[in-house]
């Protein structure tokens, strides 16, 4: 498995398709997110961006490999295996540009609460930040693997389908992202660092369900 | 673990709905075998190499069996970011191979396949061919127990393609068993264990003996042995003519891509026997009549 992830993550970064999502994410953050604004607002945003950007990455890492290619690899390890190491290199990925993000974050903001009366420490403030983010990086790759090959194959159909998953993953109560997200937005009103433990879990839980279904279907349909 | 590939009862569709693009599958690859499969273009002979290489599922039946496997697509595409030998290496450390040992394996293969000088090229700029020769190398270089060929010589030059058959008769001999698919009827011939024919979504064992200008071309060895002396087992299968003009002279023919084989198992057979010629036979009908 080490061998078949480090391939597909030098697959994923010689083919420098990396970088439209990496730009994009840097834009989201240098429009909503300014130094000495309050901390678990931004950290709030910052996980909350974060989503749209794994999906994308999850959709380059499932079809940066050609189909031929892919084949062979798949003949070694087996499909599940194959699609499997594209989608955790994707998560790895979003996971890593999350923390450098969130640790950003929370050294540029201003420690207080969003009415500036309440002093939020740093140090916690952060840490449910990096729940936060882990929760939106789990749930942006169960969006792009479920809208991805091998469930969604014409790309005409997968691409808007994964920006309106991806959305309503952010906006819709009852997901585990908007909860996370909404949990610091209202910690930043109240000035109680929340720590999404539960948001997280279910992350966790629905993105391991939703692989569990991409890389059982990888041999059965057609590349 | 069992290494014998089995399909019982295999189908094989696209969709739910799907026509059925294979049926009713019953084959049993054991290790060693050489299987030709034949069958017009769209018959779903690539579809049955994929579920022979496990890559896709059958919609029903059972495939058991888990041999560890190699496939070699029918084009090979360029656009992989890596050099050959980046993509080799990696793919050596995909099969099982320490990354040096990969490195080690990768170079030793392409100089076989007369690729070595496009070692360090990136893929995106090698040709058709080498891209192919890139394929085949991935595919063989950690010496997989199941080795899945479609129309893996397309592409090749005529040395790689000769290079590509010796390849396929070490492994044989070593103990991979390969299933192949090519539209060149002189590929292999008189070497496979069996030749299969994809016919209405069905799979047919051909039973009749080729035609005789099928014949690839040949190589006869003139050989002594111990007087009386049975063959060495690789080289009785490996032989398609054996004859002994004077006692303990042996003339055996085999065909080119088996040359390497026979004389191994001649100079390793204990007592070892003495090779006294090696001549290439041109190949064609004219073989026989000129003998």
Redesign the interface.
Known sequence: MT??L??QA??LV???RWLPPFLLYVVFLGIGVQGGQPILDSLGYTAAALLPVTAWLVRICVTN?????R?????????GRAHLAALLVALGTAVALGVVATVVVTLISNPASADLQTRVPRLPAGAAGLLAVLACALLGTAVGALTTWPLLRSTGRAIPAMLLAALLSVVVTGSPAQAAVSGLVTGSNSGRVPMPVLPLAAAALLTAAAIAVACALT??R?P | MQRDLRLDNVGRR?GLRGPWVLRGIHLTVPPGTLIRIEGPNGTGKSTLL?LL?????P?EGRVSGAP??????E???T????TAL?YLT??G????LSRPAATRAALEWLDRFGAAPYARTPMAQLSKGSSQKV?VV??LL?E?ELL?LDEAWTGLDSDARAELERAVAERTAGGTAVVFVDHDPRRLAGVPDATYTVRDSGLDLRTEQPPEEAAGPRVTVVAQGPSGGQLPGDAQRAVVAAEEPAPGTHRLTVPASHSDILLRALLTARPPWHVVSVRQEPAGPDTESRR
């Not at chain 1, 084949?71 to 499909?79: F, L, M, T």
């Open positions: 061998a078949l480090r391939y030098a697959l010689r083919s420098q490999e050609p189909p031929a290619a084949s062979c690899v798949s003949a070694a390890v087996g499909p041999s059965r057609s | 696209y994929r290489a496990r890559i896709d599922a919609s560890r496997t190699a496939y070699v697509p084009r090979f595409p656009a992989l970011p890596f980046g990696h793919l450390t995909v099969h099982g394929a991935q595919a950690a997989p899945v």
